[in-house]
């Protein structure tokens, strides 16, 4: 789209209902702030201009919504006299007279680009002002959208209706879309007239309409609109970008057994033909290539899975975690900034953690990388096709060659060169028939004490 757009979102809420050290739109969806997947949805739109209207936390909430590819004014808006005042903070932006004003709100984070987009092309189309409205069975609380002759002529907040009004159904999302060159003129008209003596940015409609200009409303999905009050709604939007998400994973051709029970990060990339078993987690910054399985029960951050790769059940890869194509990391294993080379396998009950492990190499069960002393952390190095038998403790720093047997339970803290054997163990030793002399004499000390009482 050509035209010019400020998008004025509106975040100066206290949050109280939320009971939280910080403001609403801080708390995560996904991994990302709330107020992020705003912004992302604003620039998607097509709107590189942003005005954010700030309250509580307004530093941090700034921080969190800057985006590379828009430019960010931020106001303060410091009493909070209603959405029509609130926009009006941001003035000096909407007097540089964009063709299109986007009103949005930081605690509306679901709305997608193409409904914003939707309004848009409704004032490219000639509207001067488009609401977007969404049908629900619970309109209560909800601003009610009016029409008359497939007009909107009023927007009728909840404390203002009259009981026939209420009883509509189609409600005011608060989003909505405002002639650019016309915006100014009709916000300074909002007054505070209402059971609520708050500026209502609603009152726009019927402030427009009576200059003679062209008012819609156009519909969107509840889903998509849904607003962030309290601890249990912030739970439904994350619920429902969940849903969201995993469709569109899905039909991009990533197989889930039971995709109810994965939680995807914003920033999850996986390829076609990924297998996700049921019961996986991804924290923000995993990468999973094709043909790559996740069992059930892991969990996976900062991590990439190269193709075929199979991680799990009851694995974790924690940042830094790099698995090369074909490699295994089975159950209870944890893995921290560490290579595994192609074709490596670390399959049970094991820590690795600042360490290359080349390819081919087996880690035995129970394999612990040693990599912390309490103060400073250590890298292993390990070799190709090396076989590090169960139970080894590894202390880095310490590096073992291609093709290196290290014996089981041995505790290595040397080098190992290429094709060495490696034992870092006591010796075993074997005598016989001693186990019967020391039973004998158990069970004579037993004797003894029972004639004594
Ligand atoms: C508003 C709408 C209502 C709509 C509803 C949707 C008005 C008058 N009413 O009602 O029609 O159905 O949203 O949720 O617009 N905000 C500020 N500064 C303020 C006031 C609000 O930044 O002075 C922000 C809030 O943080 C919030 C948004 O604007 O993100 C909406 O404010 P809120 O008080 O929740 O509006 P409602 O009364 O629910
Ligand atoms: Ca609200």
Redesign the pocket.
Known sequence: MTRTCLAVI????DSTRMKSSMSKVLHPIAGLPMIAHVMRSVLAAGMSDAAL?L?RDAEKVEKAARLDGMALSAML?TE????G??VLMARDAIAKGYDDVVVT???VPLVRPQTLLSAREKLAEGADLVVIGFHTPTPF???RLLVEGGELVA?R?EKDASDEERKVTW????LMAINGKRALEWLEKIDNKNAKG?Y???DLVEIARASGARVVAIDAPEAELA?CNNRAELALLEMSWQQRRRHEVMVSGVSMIAPETVYLAHDTVLQPDVLIEPNVVFGPGVTVESGAVIHAFSHLEGAHVASGATVGPFARLRPGANLGEGSKVGNFCEVKKAEIGAGAKVNHLTYIGDAFIGAGTNIGAGTITCNYDGVNKFETRIGENAFIGSNSALVAPVSIGDGAYVASGSVITQDVPGDALALGRARQEVKPDRAKAIRARALALKAAKKAER
């Open positions: 509106l975040a100066a809420g209207v309250g808006q909070r006299k209603g959405t005042h609130a709100y930081g605690d609380g909800y601003g927007i907040e409600c005011n999302s608060g708050e209502y940015l609603t607003g």
